[in-house]
């Protein structure tokens, strides 16, 4: 069984107390449910999914019929990718037991509520289904799959310990994630590669971020991440140099939807939505120098990233 539930006060009775047998094995089983979807960051498998599927719709297919935009391949596609995004999940927490202990001891699943050895097991089954529906689907994005895969299990190892190399590895599997429409149906549109660049910008900027908020833990266990090795103050530099080109980039983006392409609706999105909250992102990491200020700018990177994902729609 893959999950180890805790012993609870219940379970330490006498076993004459038939009645609570029943809510026992509930509880255990709704508990186990919710391990399970925090390992894998459920949420973010779900955005993950969202992205993929407006990628297609908007960016690649905007005229499609939602026929040809569900075929049977693009489920395939999806499957692939979040087997892939699930077992990068379960491998990061496998390797991190003891830095998640410090850095978010309330989130930690291995070791406590999933057996280290089940959680290995469920990495290498679900990177190996993702790699496998790639190879299915063609040559090229089972080489992707693969990549990902190795690439996520390095970052989980050894690369999120070395400064800026694992900050650099997440973003680019965001960006790849972006792209991996395109890589199946070749249609040459040059606004997939806009949002993948976007999203390597402010991935990066986030995982900076990240790496500031989890010092202690880091610190502890020997990471050398940029904040370790740079500082504080030179670190949120380089993550406020990260933050300036995406900044051009969507005002870019602003000018060319509002001037040029006469997308009103999709320029007021990003200016209002994307561009204004980038400017007051960048005005509180400024400011920013104590753990919660970063663990709020993280949170404030990824509803920007969801503003930009939802932008999609106005290429419609």
């Known amino acids: 069984m893959l999950f180890r539930p805790s012993l609870s006060a219940a379970d330490a009775t006498a076993p004459g107390t038939a009645g609570s047998g029943g809510s026992n094995a509930s509880n255990s089983g709704s508990s186990s449910r919710r391990q399970l979807a925090r390992l894998v960051r459920l949420p973010n498998l779900l955005i993950m999914a969202l992205c993929l599927l407006l990628v297609r719709a908007c960016l690649l297919l905007p005229h499609a019929p939602w026929r040809q935009v569900f075929a049977p391949g693009f489920a395939l596609l999806l499957l692939a990718a979040l087997c892939i995004g699930a ?7 496998y390797y991190d037991v003891k830095i998640d202990a410090i850095n978010r001891p309330g989130r930690l699943v291995v070791g406590r509520g999933i057996n280290r050895r089940h959680a290995m097991l469920a990495h290498l089954v679900l990177s190996g289904l993702g790699v496998g529906l790639g190879v299915l689907l063609s040559p090229l994005l089972g080489l992707v799959n693969l990549g990902s895969a190795l690439l996520l299990w390095g970052y989980s190892a050894r690369f999120k310990r070395v400064a800026l190399v694992g900050n650099v590895s997440i973003a680019t599997l965001t960006a790849a994630l ?7 149906l070749h249609t040459g549109r040059s606004a997939v590669w806009g949002y993948a660049l976007a999203a390597f910008l402010l991935t990066l900027v986030r995982e900076i ?8 833990g880091d610190a502890q266990h020997e990471c050398r991440t940029l904040p370790l090795v740079w500082g504080v103050p030179r670190t949120k530099w380089v993550a406020g140099f990260f933050l300036a080109c995406l900044l051009l980039l969507v005002a870019g983006a602003v000018f060319n939807a509002l001037f040029m392409s006469y ?3 999709l320029g007021l999105w990003l200016l209002l939505l994307v561009l204004a909250p980038l400017l007051a992102l960048a005005a509180a990491l400024r400011r920013a120098d104590q753990r919660q200020h970063f ?19 106005g290429l419609v």
């Open 87 to 93: 077992a990068g999940y379960i491998i990061n927490d």
């Open 178 to 184: 972006v792209l991996l429409p395109e890589l199946q």
């Open 209 to 216: 971020v990240k790496d500031v908020e989890d010092m202690r």
């Open 263 to 265: 997308r009103y609706g």
């Open 295 to 313: 663990a709020r700018l993280s949170t404030w990177c990824k509803l920007i990233m969801l503003a930009g994902v939802f932008s999609m729609l």
